[in-house]
């Protein structure tokens, strides 16, 4: 079966200070991994995509085939990172179809 | 450019009424549509999907049922609410396989 587990529904940390949000998946075949964000009164949207390699607004994130894990990364977290943040799995036979995990909370205090 | 209409944004509704949420996209053709819920507490679920007019497939078994009358019109609705349907419903549109998929704003529905 496909899953998709975020182990924190909420991660509080102070500006400056790195970030973490760790993603764990569940599938056999060739992954493509997605981080998805919802900043407040905005709509849910692309942050980055494994495929990719690329970093965006900071962030980045590397496929672990071996761990299975997709976790996103920050070294220097900013107030306007907080949001929520989602990881998601697809793969090509899937016609585009998303599974999500349950979602993390990144609260950045000042 | 491509965008997505979602409405209405948020929605009371008492148990055993009607339902119908509407999602159109603007600025693409023959796009895959997608209907996620996120129920309290819980991650966001597919719940349907379709790959073209009149092609609807369901991801799980529920009191709701999708439309595709139109190529970019997807429509989500029930018969008869349930208290259990409370959430929040996304639309989403992609080009299909491992693309990005673009997001609506959202509805909020409240069963009462």
């Known amino acids: 079966a496909q899953r998709v587990t975020q182990p924190e529904k909420l991660l509080s940390v102070f500006k400056g200070a790195p970030v973490e949000l760790k993603c764990n998946y569940s599938?056999?075949?060739?992954?493509?991994l997605f981080w998805y964000v919802q900043y407040s009164r905005q709509r849910l949207q692309l942050l980055l995509r494994?495929?990719s390699r690329e970093s965006i607004k900071g962030f980045t994130a590397d496929l672990n085939k071996g761990e299975t894990s997709f976790h996103l990364k920050k070294p220097f977290a900013q107030e306007e990172d907080s949001a929520m943040y989602y990881c998601?799995?697809?793969?090509?036979?899937?016609?585009?179809?998303?599974?999500f995990g349950q979602g993390t909370t990144l609260q950045v205090k000042p | 450019s491509q965008t997505i209409h979602q409405w209405p944004a948020t929605l009371v509704q008492p148990v055993g009424s009607p339902l119908s949420l509407e999602c159109t996209v603007e600025?693409?053709?023959?796009?895959?549509l997608y209907w996620y819920r996120q129920a309290a507490g819980r991650g966001l679920q597919l719940l349907f999907y379709?790959?073209?007019?009149?092609?609807i497939s369901s991801e799980v078994p529920q009191n709701l049922s999708a439309s595709r009358p139109q190529d970019r019109q997807f429509i989500l609705s029930s018969k008869k609410l349930l208290l259990s349907d409370s959430g929040f419903y996304l639309c989403?549109?992609?080009?299909?396989?491992?693309?990005?998929?673009?997001f609506g704003q959202g509805t909020r529905l409240t069963v009462v």
């Open positions: 989403a549109w992609s080009w299909g396989a491992v693309t990005e998929a673009f």
């Open positions: 599938y056999s075949g060739s992954p493509e």
């Open positions: 494994h495929i």
């Open positions: 998601a799995l697809t793969h090509s036979g899937n016609t585009g179809k998303l599974i």
């Open positions: 600025g693409t053709s023959n796009p895959n």
């Open positions: 379709s790959v073209g007019i009149g092609q």
